[in-house]
């Protein structure tokens, strides 16, 4: 439930980019780091593509966007498409929940086209998410067997080590400067993970290290310990480590002297700043070197890298066999290794929504990254057929663009997209566990094996801060699922059967969501909302020791093999073009389950059947001259009136932060 807004297209043209190597001819441009005046600069060249080439045009808009919401008792859309951050004026210009009139995608599903004669962007074209058992035969069509897959041996597999020993040059520098297809791989060797118990990542590799405390050599790098939602965790299938680095003089002292003191203060004023707690701090500097350097609320300075390594599930991972060096059900082995680096000096509330977009993606498919629009570089590696890391295409990269993006005014109109919930582009940094909790490798909330087997979480449930409520019972009330696409795995639905029952004080004993008639499933779908809003109300979902019960973030072992299968299948065809989220069956949000009133329409006015796949969505045809002329015009039924006593979940001021504790 993207809604874009396209100016005009640029045709396609070379622009390079200033990765500090060495000077090239003077012909070269680029855009300047500080300005958009165009420079002779050296040497990370890209070009324009324009989407409409795309296999996918509307590739920044994720599959999660074109689900139904249970006729209203579902909003996953509000933890994107929000205005609060907006609201607070601190890192986000994109609100997309009505501060922009005509504008709330938690109400309507309004695609809008790249032009008035581009393909329809109402169409889901996220195949392998809507039709696994497609994705299934293209495996077999290639004479793969898919159960004589060794899944646990896969994942134990390191794929990360040998991709970064293909990375030459200096791994202190964002870009490598020697033209291979590792030149943007992040200079995070993952030979030095974990990340000491202060998060701090060190290296007995002296060529690794700025410099040298009593624990070994610093790289620079530090590990964030986030508050995770809907989109990795190990229920989904996809875990994360989340790492930042800043430029070499936020590590001096002002007398110009590596400091590991002056480090972690500035990595902590950072903190502030993204979190919105600089209280009487705002519009001071960093400390040290950097004193040049002035906190902005909600910005990171030029300069700040992020390197997010996406891994399998294991759920042994943290046992005391060792199988994966990781925490918190790492594997060994990495679906990607995402990139950010934050080029140019960008305040994002320098900009008002809504300017200076463009519609054509700059970028480079051999190198692997791509301009997000508003400042930062986005790079990613991903599994070829074999499982071996490989640069992503532009196409495939647009898809992080539809999450970490934003508007920015310029001279040179760049493709963007983006949420209302990001800050300066980026999701996890605002998520960070509070103080010293979160600086420390990803670990899901403390996940731990006990030793008779048994999983469980150490960290209490965070709250949301704003909205004064812990964050995953927020999740739950709103969304009723394990994820954004609002499915109810096995697991909750066996434990909800056991726990969610009228002897146990309950409404109603938890009902099968019943597709029988349009009716059925309005009630049913009605009786699971107020049940698990009573679930988050009594405080069952968490344990005497106020951690979430482990049923709700953790799969079993044999349900996360069955995943990671599953997502094999897209490594093995290569369709990531065509959905990295992969079912067992099409989830039930694909499905046309509304009352005869609500009917859904396609894009040429005919109405769906009950229980058909929602492939595609309604448009405006009816007035050409109109500016809603072929977006979407459909509605999600979410109910911005109806109070959430009374079942409603609109919610347009989410705001991502947690409360310190």
């Not at 696994?132 to 060794?150: R, S």
């Not at 498919?365 to 499982?387: A, C, P, R």
């Not at 994820?483 to 795995?489: F, I, T």
């Not at 973030?553 to 897209?570: C, G, I, K, M, T």
Request: proline residues 5%.
């Amino acid at each position: 439930m993207i809604m874009l807004k396209y100016l005009f297209f640029i045709a396609s043209s070379l622009i390079i980019l200033n990765a500090g190597c060495q000077p090239t001819d003077s012909n070269d441009t680029s855009l300047n780091n500080d300005s958009d005046e165009i420079i002779a600069t050296p040497n990370i060249i890209g070009k324009y593509f324009n989407p409409i080439t795309f296999t996918n045009p509307y590739a920044n808009v994720p599959a999660q966007c074109y689900i139904e919401t249970s006729n209203g008792r579902q909003n996953a859309c509000l933890f994107c498409h929000t205005n609060g951050l907006y609201h607070l004026g601190v890192g986000n210009n994109n609100p997309q929940a009505g501060a922009i009139p005509g504008l709330n995608l938690q109400i309507d599903y309004g695609f809008d086209p790249l032009s008035t004669t581009a393909p329809y962007a109402s169409i889901n074209r996220w195949e392998n998410t809507l039709y696994p058992e497609k994705l299934a035969q293209y495996v077999a069509e290639l004479g793969i067997v898919m159960n004589d897959w060794d899944m646990q041996s896969y994942i134990r597999t390191d794929n990360w080590q040998a991709a970064f020993n293909q990375r030459l040059g200096s791994p202190k520098d964002w870009d490598s400067g020697y033209e291979n297809a590792m030149r943007l791989l992040p200079g995070l060797n993952p030979q030095d993970l974990p990340a000491d118990s202060d998060g701090f990542v060190r290296t007995t590799n002296t060529e690794n290290a700025f410099f040298t405390d009593a624990k070994g050599g610093i790289t620079g790098w530090r590990a964030i310990n986030f508050m995770p939602y809907g989109i990795f965790t190990p229920i989904s299938g996809s875990v994360s480590g989340i790492y930042i680095r800043l430029p070499e003089k936020f590590m001096k002292n002002q007398n110009n002297e590596f400091d590991l003191t002056t480090y972690q203060t500035n990595l902590d004023l950072l903190e502030k700043a993204i979190k919105d707690e600089l209280g009487a701090l705002e519009e001071t500097t960093y400390a040290g070197m950097a004193n040049d350097e002035t906190l902005l609320r909600g910005a990171y300075p030029k300069g700040t890298e992020f390197a997010h390594p996406l891994h399998y599930v294991d759920m042994e991972a943290d046992d005391i066999n060792a199988v994966s060096q990781f925490t918190g059900t790492r594997a060994q082995r990495v679906k990607e290794v995402r990139y950010m680096y934050k080029y140019e000096s960008y305040d994002p509330m320098g900009s008002t929504p809504g300017s200076g977009e463009g519609d054509s993606i700059y970028g480079n498919n051999e190198q692997g990254w791509v301009y997000n629009g508003t400042g930062w570089i986005l790079s990613g590696f991903i599994e070829n057929k074999d499982g071996i890391l490989r640069p992503q295409t532009t196409e495939e990269l647009t898809q992080c663009i539809g999450c970490h993006s934003g508007f920015k005014n310029t001279e040179f109109p760049n493709f963007s997209s983006g949420t209302g919930g990001t800050v300066d582009s980026t999701w996890a940094f605002p998520r960070k566990l509070p103080n010293n909790l979160g600086w420390q490798e990803m670990n899901y909330l403390g996940f731990t094996i006990n030793s008779d087997g048994s999983v469980k979480s150490t960290i209490q449930e965070p709250n949301n801060r704003e909205k004064g409520m812990g964050e995953f019972g927020l999740f739950l009330s709103y969304v009723v699922g394990a994820s954004l696409y609002g499915e109810v795995p096995p697991i909750y639905e066996n434990n909800f059967q056991n726990i969610i029952t009228q002897t146990n004080g309950y409404s109603y004993d938890w009902p099968t969501l019943d597709t029988t008639t349009a009716q059925d499933f309005e009630n049913t779908s009605e009786q699971r909302q107020t049940l698990l809003r009573e679930f988050v109300e009594r405080g069952d979902y968490l344990d005497n020791d106020g951690t979430i019960k482990s049923f709700l973030l953790y799969p079993s072992e044999d349900f996360a093999l069955a995943n990671a299968q599953r997502y094999r299948q897209v490594v093995a065809t290569q369709r990531y073009k065509y959905g990295k989220d992969v079912f067992a069956q099409t989830p039930s949000n694909y499905h046309h389950y509304r009352l005869p009133d609500q009917t859904a329409l396609k894009i040429d006015g005919t109405a769906y059947e009950f229980g058909e796949i929602i492939t595609e969505r309604s448009v405006q045809l009816d007035e050409p001259t109109r500016f809603d002329y072929r977006a979407g015009d459909s509605i999600t039924l979410i109910n911005k009136d109806l109070p959430f006593e009374n079942g409603g979940t609109y919610f347009p001021e989410y705001v991502p932060y947690i409360a310190d504790k």
